[in-house]
Nanobody, 127 residues
């Protein structure tokens, strides 16, 4: 059974930083074949694309609202993808999800393109 498990969420003041991790488990999960995306969902809102990293990390794309503040990276040997979040704002408050798109790319930006999802981790930014 393939699983993605996020961690690192929490409560932080505006201007602060958090680093989210998403670890893949499951013996047959070929992590390096998957583009990995981050999404977020605030209460009462639709799930929103945050960013995506291609299979070997050569290409990364961010939504405009997080460019320059968030950084996605991955370690295929550890089967883990990271989301470094700096200069956090109250509007970044949401549940953050990682997701895996087999054979995807930096163009994988819609939730429906992703095959596997984590359970989410809450990020709360206080003003």
């Amino acid at each position: 059974q393939v699983q993605l498990v996020e961690s690192g969420g929490g409560l932080v003041q505006a201007g602060g930083s958090l680093r989210l991790s998403c670890a893949a488990s499951g013996g047959t999960f070929a992590f390096s074949r998957y583009a990995m995306g981050w999404f977020r969902q605030a209460p009462g809102k639709e799930r929103e694309f945050v960013g995506v990293i291609s299979q070997i990390g050569a290409k990364i794309y961010y939504t405009d609202s997080v460019k320059g503040r968030f950084t996605i990276s991955r370690d295929n040997a550890k089967r883990t993808v990271y989301l470094e979040m700096n200069s956090l704002k109250p509007e970044d408050t949401a549940v953050y999800y990682c997701a895996a798109d087999k054979y995807g790319s930096e163009w994988s930006r819609e939730p429906k393109e992703y095959d596997i999802w984590g359970q989410g981790t809450q990020v709360t930014v206080s003003s």
